[in-house]
């Protein structure tokens, strides 16, 4: 079994609850919009592994670091991350085509600052987006979410509501 901590839209904002929330983390993976580097090395600290990809807002030193999508199997899932996915029924063009070629069973992606956990049953695949974690932005809780994978099956996806997004939390912006 593994515990995975799930990230995006920190726009180079890091909360040390991160941290506390994602301690007992196997794997992070980060959705994108990172905003800068010093996020991903901060989160190495916390977590075994860490998986991400670039979003449209990072600049050419995480283009350079990160692809744009990645596509790895844990525990048994087969997993589709990146940054600008959609969901079902409103895929991000060319989402749909990358889903039937490579069928994941897990597509995880950010870029809305929305939190969803979406099934789209004639794929086979789970749509989450853990939301924003960053200040950047329009929504007005911050989110993260934690799931366990064993043996093929995802269980016990748990959404964490850090705080809202004007109100203080001990966070910085790293540059």
């Given amino acids: 079994m593994k ?3 799930l990230i995006s839209d920190t726009h180079s904002y890091w909360d040390p609850r991160f941290a506390q929330y994602f301690a007992d983390c196997d794997e992070i993976w980060h959705a994108g919009d990172i905003g800068n580097e ?3 090395d901060r989160l190495a600290k916390v977590a075994p592994v860490v998986r991400a990809v670039y979003g449209n807002a990072d600049g050419g030193v995480l283009r350079h670091r990160l692809k744009e999508t990645e596509i790895f199997v844990v525990e048994g899932v087969k ?3 990146t ?3 959609g969901y079902p029924g409103r895929y991000a063009p060319g989402i ?4 039937d070629v490579s069928r994941p069973q897990l597509m ?3 870029h809305s600052h929305i939190l969803k956990v979406i099934p789209d049953r004639m794929r ?5 987006n853990p939301g924003a974690a960053g ?3 329009w929504q007005r809780v911050r989110t993260l979410i934690t799931l366990e994978i064993n043996e093929g099956n995802m269980q016990n996806c748990r959404i964490i509501e850090l705080s809202d997004i004007k109100g203080p939390d001990g966070g910085e912006v790293l540059g």
């Fill in 96 to 99: 749909r085509d990358r889903l």
């Fill in 3 to 5: 515990k995975i901590g």
């Fill in 83 to 85: 940054h600008i996915g």
């Fill in 135 to 137: 200040r950047q932005g």
């Fill in 124 to 128: 086979g695949v789970l749509t989450i």
């Fill in 79 to 81: 997993v589709l991350l």
């Fill in 38 to 40: 010093k996020v991903l």
């Fill in 108 to 110: 995880v992606c950010g």
